[in-house]
């Protein structure tokens, strides 16, 4: 399975700014995706990045607040704009490997204050 | 769309005892399922999947889940637990024809008791 490098591992953050997250991947891999952990929560996705076109984001989350760039197949970053206490959370990157293998980032735990 | 329902939101369990977490999921197409643990303060790992073949899929950790199809279920059970499968699991699901996001459960904490 493929492995993934995230980084920051976390962040505290004032509100109002930005943060970009980057995930590294040790192959090539066509799936990237973005999840969000809000504290004792599980995971819920904010959007699938695929090399060469727009992120599709899913409902609930816009590319105004969290853009994400795809530059190549080993390569993704998360961007979270424009900052509130309310998007302290652990965020994750993930990427689909052969035979449904998907791996996970160690997340960043980002805590806006 | 795909759901992933655990009921179990916390489980306590002596220590050496068994336990089984449970997982119900729900779609109107054929579906491929995981369960994933997360240690605290740590990434997501895989402990098993089912894709096709065998119901009775064997993961790391002694781990094993059973997918039932009639019942839409794939619960995961372990015979002997340890202090350090103390963690947080997840059971999630994912289906083919190009939509290949994972769809979480709400999670379960199992939480051995020495």
């Known amino acids: 399975s493929a492995v993934i490098s995230q980084k920051p591992s976390r962040d505290i953050c004032q509100r109002g700014t930005s943060l970009t997250i980057q995930c590294q991947v040790d192959?090539?891999?066509?799936?990237m995706f973005w999840y969000r952990q809000q504290p004792g929560q599980s995971l819920t996705l904010i959007a699938t990045?695929?090399?060469?076109?727009?992120?599709?984001?899913e409902s609930g989350f816009v590319i105004d607040k969290f853009p994400i760039s795809r530059p190549n197949l080993t390569f993704s970053t998360l961007t979270v704009s424009n900052m509130s206490p309310e998007d302290s959370s652990i965020y994750l990157c993930?990427?689909?490997?052969?035979?449904?293998?998907?791996?996970f980032g160690s997340g960043t735990r980002l805590t806006v204050v | 769309a795909q759901s992933v329902t655990q009921l179990d939101s916390q489980v306590p369990v002596f220590e050496e005892a068994p336990v089984e977490l449970r997982c119900n999921y729900s779609?109107?197409?054929?579906?491929?399922l995981f369960w994933y643990v997360q240690y605290p303060n740590q990434g997501l790992q895989l402990l098993l999947k089912?894709?096709?073949?065998?119901?009775l899929v064997k993961g790391i950790n002694g781990f094993e889940a059973e997918f039932n199809k009639s019942q839409t279920s794939f619960h995961l059970r372990k015979p002997s637990v340890h202090i350090s499968d103390t963690a947080e699991y997840f059971c999630?699901?994912?289906?083919?024809?190009?939509?290949?996001?994972?769809?979480f459960g709400t999670g379960t904490r199992l939480t051995i008791i020495p």
């Open positions: 993930s990427a689909r490997g052969g035979n449904y293998g998907y791996t």
């Open positions: 192959s090539q891999v066509t799936m």
């Open positions: 990045a695929n090399q060469g076109s727009e992120a599709t984001y």
């Open positions: 779609s109107s197409v054929s579906v491929y």
């Open positions: 089912y894709l096709s073949g065998s119901t």
């Open positions: 999630a699901v994912s289906v083919d024809f190009g939509n290949e996001k994972l769809t």
